[in-house]
């Protein structure tokens, strides 16, 4: 009797436990990761820009942020300015250090999809303004009273 009970613990468990193989788990979802493109080659002396050198054909388009790490935990925001010549291009320094051979990421470009679905009964934005008459007719009647 006990082996039987413990057969069938064991079945129920295996059965529960099992079924979670088939979902699919929001948290397991692999996020995508920055795209390395270049390093850090040159940095002027003033240090309000740098050269990065892509590593392949540079596609970044102007305006784009990029990141940069250092070896020692250093990092930086890059803004594209749209300036390139062959595999150099050039980004304005937005915040934290660089220094040269650092490398240079491509943050993913964020989802478009909408967060909340819409539909025809959602009401405008900004809706049309209530016409309000200059004399309401009790108003009127009430005005030759007094």
């Known amino acids: 009797m006990k082996t039987l009970h413990l057969a069938c613990t064991t079945l129920v468990t295996c059965a529960l436990t099992s079924c979670s193989w088939f979902t699919k788990d929001e948290?397991?979802?692999?996020?995508?990761?920055?795209?390395l493109v270049g390093r850090i080659a040159s940095i002027p002396a003033d240090r309000t820009f740098v050269l990065i050198q892509s590593y392949g054909k540079w596609e970044v388009p102007s305006g784009t942020t990029l990141t940069t790490r250092g070896p020692d935990e250093r990092a930086a925001n890059l803004l594209v300015t749209g300036?390139?010549?062959?595999?150099?291009?050039a980004a304005d320094l937005q915040s934290g250090?660089?220094?040269i051979g650092d490398a240079v990421y491509q943050?993913?470009?964020?989802?478009?999809?909408?967060?909340?679905?819409?539909s025809d009964s959602t009401p405008p934005l900004d809706p049309e303004p209530t016409k309000i008459p200059s004399e309401f007719p009790e108003n009127k009647a009430s005005g030759e009273n007094a």
């Open 27 to 35: 948290k397991t979802k692999e996020t995508p990761r920055p795209q």
């Open 83 to 89: 300036e390139s010549v062959a595999q150099y291009a």
């Open 97 to 99: 250090t660089v220094e």
């Open 107 to 118: 943050l993913p470009k964020p989802s478009t999809k909408p967060s909340t679905p819409t």
